[in-house]
């Protein structure tokens, strides 16, 4: 009865790979996010998608696209992997007034 | 932007012992989030709170939203308390759930 669940847990890459991480929420919120946690623990929005429309995007490279198949379901496609993009990546969902739901973390390394 | 800082940054704590966690934000907000990170980076919602009081079990927290600030309350803390503890908040002049994370209290408590 995971809320919000995301897969792989751990991801390992070469650098120029393109890769995908998955995420899925089984709350029925209307809003998910992708967030980033760097080496210092430092949490900052990505992205986050409400029915189907993109409506935040902070100064994220376009390598970065957020894919969402249906309302439960919100994918990070990274294309041309960098070394500076490794880090911890969250995916979150939340109802308006609410508050944000996270998952468990992908942990992406980038050789 | 908004700036959002907690005090303190680290904090150590023999088991049994109470504390107060502080988040000072400089600008009004919609929403207050308290998070914590437990030692396998797991993020958990502790509250939702952009005004008032609110208690759950050994934890509480308070946002006294009109002097920018929300106060966690861990009493009679266990080592299982250990972690990062995020404050949280969506900027009134930011994008609609953008969430804007302080850069957490180290916790660490011993047995």
């Known amino acids: 009865d995971t809320a919000v669940s995301q897969t792989p847990k751990y991801l390992v890459t070469q650098m120029g790979n393109d890769k995908s991480i998955k995420c899925e929420q089984n709350?029925?919120?209307?809003?998910m996010y992708w967030y980033k946690q760097d080496s210092k623990k430092f949490l900052k929005i990505m992205f986050s998608?409400?029915?189907?429309?993109?409506?935040i995007n902070e100064t994220v490279p376009n390598r970065f696209s957020p894919k969402s198949p249906d309302k439960a379901h919100l994918n990070l496609h990274i294309n041309s992997l960098e070394l500076g993009d490794s880090a911890v990546y969250f995916c979150?969902?939340?109802?308006?007034?609410?508050?944000?739901?996270f998952g468990p973390g992908t942990r992406l390394t980038v050789l | 932007g908004i700036q959002v800082e907690q005090s303190p940054p680290d904090l150590i704590l023999q088991e049994g012992a109470n504390s107060t966690l502080r988040c000072n934000f400089s600008?009004?907000?919609?929403?207050l989030q308290w998070f914590h990170q437990n030692p396998w980076g797991q993020l958990i919602n502790l509250f939702y709170?952009?005004?008032g009081t609110k208690q759950n079990g050994r934890l509480s927290a308070t946002t006294v939203a009109t002097e920018r600030y929300s106060l966690l309350y861990i009493s009679s803390s266990q080592t299982t308390d250990s972690g990062v503890y995020f404050c949280?908040?969506?900027?009134?002049?930011?994008?609609?759930?953008?969430?804007?994370f302080g850069k957490g209290t180290k916790l660490s408590v011993k047995p």
């Open positions: 979150a969902s939340s109802q308006r007034d609410r508050g944000q739901f």
């Open positions: 709350l029925g919120h209307d809003t």
């Open positions: 998608y409400n029915n189907k429309e993109l409506i």
């Open positions: 600008d009004s907000v919609n929403n």
């Open positions: 709170i952009p005004s």
């Open positions: 949280a908040v969506e900027w009134y002049g930011g994008s609609q759930g953008n969430l804007i």
